[in-house]
């Protein structure tokens, strides 16, 4: 049973063109969450998503940034415009279910890595 | 606000030594806490998690604790091995999704 998977593992991009990062959930699981995390820092909380709907999106900035999971197909965080300032490890997580109880465990990918020349 | 700290921020044992980890935060509610090991380059993945009426639980080499009056956890690995270098990162759930990360310390375990 395969894990998160994302892709690409590494991107580079220069300003003002466009990032897409793709992540496909474990086996079983329709609910998705997308991190960022910044040098030196924490994880931070950016959307959720289930098939075909955002359930929050609270931690993603309303400008540039756009997530979608259709209901075929891999999850897609997609930055327009990329500025310096979104360099970061982007991760990816999973879960069979929504809230974070015992048995709703949110597995991790291997993030993507984007750097903005 | 929702805050998770950790400490130190990094430190360097020898192969075979012991080492804690500490955690202090302030979410509320309590739901569960975490700790996971993010080697570099990859995802973070779990070793171990306690709800509030748990005080301690081992995986192998990794011993946590919980005290959930005081706010604080721990992470203790036992004889430390050089795969034990790594970042490990203490998430606290206050039950529903959104889950509040530290920054992790930073372990490197020398030969």
């Given at each position: 049973?395969?894990?998160?998977m994302?892709?690409?593992?590494?991107?580079?991009?220069r300003r003002?063109q466009?990032?897409?990062?793709?992540?496909?959930?474990?086996?079983?699981?329709?609910?998705?969450?997308?991190?960022?995390?910044?040098?030196?820092e924490?994880?931070?909380?950016?959307?959720?998503l289930?098939?075909?709907?955002?359930i929050?999106?609270s931690?993603?900035?309303?400008?540039?940034?756009?997530a979608?999971?259709?209901?075929?197909?891999?999850?897609?965080l997609?930055?327009?415009?990329?500025?310096?300032?979104?360099?970061?490890?982007y991760?990816?997580?999973?879960?069979?279910?929504?809230?974070?109880?015992?048995?709703n465990?949110?597995?991790?990918?291997?993030?993507?890595?984007?750097?903005?020349? | 606000?929702?805050?998770?700290?950790?400490?130190?921020?990094?430190?360097?044992?020898?192969?075979?030594k012991?080492?804690?980890?500490?955690?202090?935060?302030?979410?509320?509610?309590?739901?569960n806490?975490?700790?996971?090991?993010?080697?570099?380059?990859?995802?973070?993945?779990?070793?171990?998690?306690m709800?509030?009426?748990?005080?301690?639980?081992?995986?192998?080499?990794?011993?946590?604790?919980?005290?959930?009056?005081?706010?604080?956890?721990?992470?203790?690995?036992?004889?430390?091995?050089?795969?034990?270098?790594?970042?490990?990162?203490?998430?606290?759930?206050?039950g529903?999704?959104k889950?509040?990360f530290?920054?992790?310390?930073?372990?490197?375990?020398?030969?």
């Open positions: 049973n395969a894990g998160v994302q892709n690409p593992r590494h991107l580079v991009r003002g466009e990032a897409r990062l793709r992540c496909s959930p474990m086996k079983g699981h329709s609910h998705v969450y997308w991190y960022r995390q910044l040098p030196e924490g994880l931070k909380f950016m959307v959720y289930q098939k075909e709907n955002i929050d999106e931690g993603m900035p309303k400008e540039r940034f756009s979608e999971f259709p209901k075929e197909g891999p999850s897609i997609r930055i327009q415009q990329v500025v310096r300032g979104d360099s970061a490890a991760f990816c997580a999973s879960s069979s279910a929504g809230g974070t109880n015992m048995g465990e949110q597995f991790f990918g291997p993030g993507t890595r984007l750097t903005v020349l | 606000k929702n805050q998770v700290e950790q400490s130190p921020q990094s430190l360097i044992i020898l192969e075979g012991n080492c804690t980890l500490q955690c202090n935060y302030t979410v509320s509610p309590f739901s806490l975490r700790w996971y090991k993010q080697d570099t380059g990859r995802g973070p993945v779990s070793l171990t998690i709800t509030f009426s748990e005080n301690t639980k081992s995986n192998g080499r990794y011993t946590a604790t919980l005290d959930a009056d005081t706010k604080q956890s721990s992470l203790h690995i036992t004889a430390s091995q050089l795969s034990d270098s790594a970042s490990y990162i203490c998430v606290v759930s206050a529903d999704y889950l509040s530290g920054a992790g310390t930073t372990v490197t375990v020398r030969a």
